[in-house]
């Protein structure tokens, strides 16, 4: 049963730490999102990418959020420094191009104190 | 901003009766799907109905689209306490393939057995 992963499942740290979070997409899904949700905004868009390029991440703080995928099997969330407004649950999801599904992850809940 | 408005914001209901939630959006769609997501879970897709269709159905799910009205519903019939959830609509960006989705508040439904 092909499923997205992510690890950490919870993440504990403290301001100014650095967060790294990753994602195993399907495999064979050649389209990566990066969302995160709070109880304040809901569900928001980070990042996407498509065959590994960064096709947008404009929902970023670029200062501070980078979004990789260094081969396909792996994709990287990084905060560097965090902050406690970065707390959250973020959600990595895949899905083909040529599809409209999207497949979630279990989601990845930081708490920045 | 949020593209997808869900109605009503929360639904309690006895076991077997029906659940209808509704979700207005605001631009042109080419799609609309609804996902449901468990307590500390991740987000599952339920359904999708294109902008062509008007109404679509899934086992005990059924999905109307409305585009004149930029509103969907989503019904679930003889619902069941493994129900208990919250459901949200998404709409996905303008542009072909699997783009990046918007998505609204939720409905938190519980079915009470």
């Known amino acids: 049963d092909a499923r997205v992963t992510q690890t950490p499942r919870h993440k504990v740290t403290e301001m100014g730490q650095e967060v790294t979070m990753r994602c195993q997409p399907i495999l064979g899904h050649n389209t990566v999102f990066w969302y995160r949700q709070t109880m304040m905004q809901g569900l928001e868009l980070l990042a996407y990418f498509r065959n590994r390029a960064p096709l947008d991440d404009s929902g970023m703080p670029k200062d501070r959020f980078s979004a990789e995928m260094p081969d396909a099997t792996l994709a990287t969330l990084k905060i560097q420094p965090s902050e406690p407004r970065d707390s959250a649950v973020y959600f990595c999801?895949?899905?083909?191009?040529?599809?409209?599904?999207?497949?979630f992850g279990p989601g990845t809940r930081l708490t920045v104190l | 901003s949020q593209q997808g408005e869900e109605d009503p914001q929360a639904l309690s209901i006895q076991e077997g009766e029906n659940a209808t939630m509704n979700c207005s959006y605001k631009?042109?769609?080419?799609?609309l799907q609804w996902y449901r997501q468990n307590s500390g879970r991740g987000l599952v897709h339920l359904i999708l109905?294109?902008?062509?269709?008007r109404e679509k159905h899934s086992g005990r799910l059924r999905v109307t689209l409305d585009t004149s009205k930029k509103s969907s519903s989503l019904l679930i019939t003889a619902s069941r306490a493994a129900d208990t959830a919250s459901y949200f609509c998404?709409?996905?960006?303008?542009?072909?393939?699997?783009?990046?989705?918007?998505f609204g508040k939720g409905t938190r439904l519980s079915v009470i057995a």
């Open positions: 998404a709409t996905g960006w303008s542009g072909s393939g699997n783009t990046p989705l918007v």
């Open positions: 631009t042109s769609i080419n799609n």
């Open positions: 999801a895949s899905g083909l191009s040529n599809r409209d599904t999207q497949y």
């Open positions: 109905i294109r902008s062509n269709e």
